[in-house]
């Protein structure tokens, strides 16, 4: 790992055409510019290991059973509801038929 002390205004030059600037600092943070070509994908890393880890918790649970009895519903079937309350035992209407 490259490790360079940088003050407001200065920048560092990368491969491909990537500029990075210090556009501001205190003894928190620092506010990073970053020039770069369209075609440059840039994420912040917390971002893509957050997307990362969530895409292998979804691919975790592959099977249907597992993903039903994963769901907060009240016993007894019909009318229950992941929300509950009275208007969740509203029963359902006909549906009307064609003659």
């Given at each position: 790992?490259?490790?360079?002390?940088?003050?407001?205004?200065?920048?560092?030059?990368?491969d491909g055409?990537?500029?990075?600037?210090?556009?501001e600092?205190?003894?928190?943070?620092?506010?990073?510019?970053?020039?770069?070509?369209?075609?440059?994908?840039?994420?912040?890393?917390?971002?893509?290991?957050?997307?990362?880890?969530?895409?292998?918790?979804?691919?975790?649970?592959?099977?249907?059973?597992?993903?039903?009895?994963?769901?907060?519903?009240?016993?007894?079937?019909?009318?229950?509801?992941?929300?509950?309350g009275?208007?969740?035992?509203v029963?359902?209407?006909?549906?009307?038929?064609?003659?």
């Amino acid at each position: 790992m490259l490790v360079l002390s940088r003050r407001r205004g200065q920048a560092v030059l990368v491969d491909g055409g990537i500029r990075i600037v210090v556009l501001e600092s205190d003894r928190r943070t620092v506010r990073l510019g970053i020039e770069a070509p369209a075609t440059t994908g840039i994420q912040r890393e917390e971002l893509v290991s957050l997307v990362a880890a969530e895409n292998l918790r979804a691919g975790a649970r592959t099977d249907r059973s597992e993903w039903l009895a994963a769901l907060p519903l009240r016993a007894g079937g019909a009318g229950g509801s992941a929300v509950g309350g009275p208007a969740a035992r509203v029963p359902p209407r006909p549906i009307p038929r064609e003659s």
